[in-house]
């Protein structure tokens, strides 16, 4: 199976609703409204909880079975989705895939299949093949949901909503605030899902700052302001959001000089005091420290990358939440 990735960004903003309009998968950002987007921000701040208290739990999963499918390696997306989910009161199973029967020649649809005659409902899907989560979302039982948990280099919705979440609880209002995001963007969902996210919401002035070979094609991110530059960049800016390098997805000459991309493209402490006074950093995680970000940036009070991991799980209960809800509301109808 292979898909062109704009092709695959479009089909899956379509075959993520049901007849009725609402969401049944969660595939990609694109599409959503201000208004959806807006409403699953709200609910995932109904589940945070601050550091040290008992997490928000409740029943809104019963019944139901949610499998993580982790082609890839994670392991912010995987435990938030399996902690999201048994707080919510479902069943979930956790599939090792490299003992999986994957490994052995099975079909990712088999697979699937498979699952799916074990009552499991709620897909939770990470794979580097481009456009695999709307192909799959065509072929499960209607009763199935799938959630993207990272779509190649092109998608990863809710580390978009979780970004977004993480900004408004230190800037709430998105239509004054400069965000740049800097670094990998060519090879990384996370930018692609924090664009769609962010545009959406209203912010600014959205700034993308990286070397030539790692910006994105023509095109892509439109609105956003590019630069080659990062001094220039980060001037004046209320968020910075740098990116990993995704060594998995370039040929094995790209970025062997990891000191001159520090220098480069590295977020330092003299840099971030070009950005406003109050600006915040963050970063999705796994981090390169002293490659793409300092590490007394990383954990330095401007920091809220550990806010972001807080939030990912408050962001996927509200998604499970909504996805189910919108799965009773169908069966109301029929
Ligand atoms: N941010 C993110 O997707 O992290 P993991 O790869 O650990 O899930």
Redesign the pocket.
Known sequence: MSTDAPAAASASSTIQRDSTGRLRHLITLEGLSREELTALLDLAQFYVRAPGDFPARDKSLAGHTVANL?F?????????FELAAQRLGADVVNLDMTSSSRAKGESVLDTIYTLQAMHADILVM?DAEPGLPAYVARHVAPHVCILN??EAHLS?PT?GLLDALTIRQHKPDFTQLRVLIAGDIAHSR?ARSAWQALTTLGVAELRIAAPDDLMPAAGEFAGAVRYDDLDRAIEDVDVVMTL?IQRERMGAARIQDERGYHQAFGITAARMRRARPDAIVMH???MNRDVEIAGEVADSPQSVIQQ?VTN?VAVRMAVLATIVRNVHARRQLQ
């Open positions: 982790f890839e390696p994670s392991t912010r997306t995987r435990v938030s990470r948990a990272g990863h580390q996370v990993r999705p995680g796994p972001q990912g």
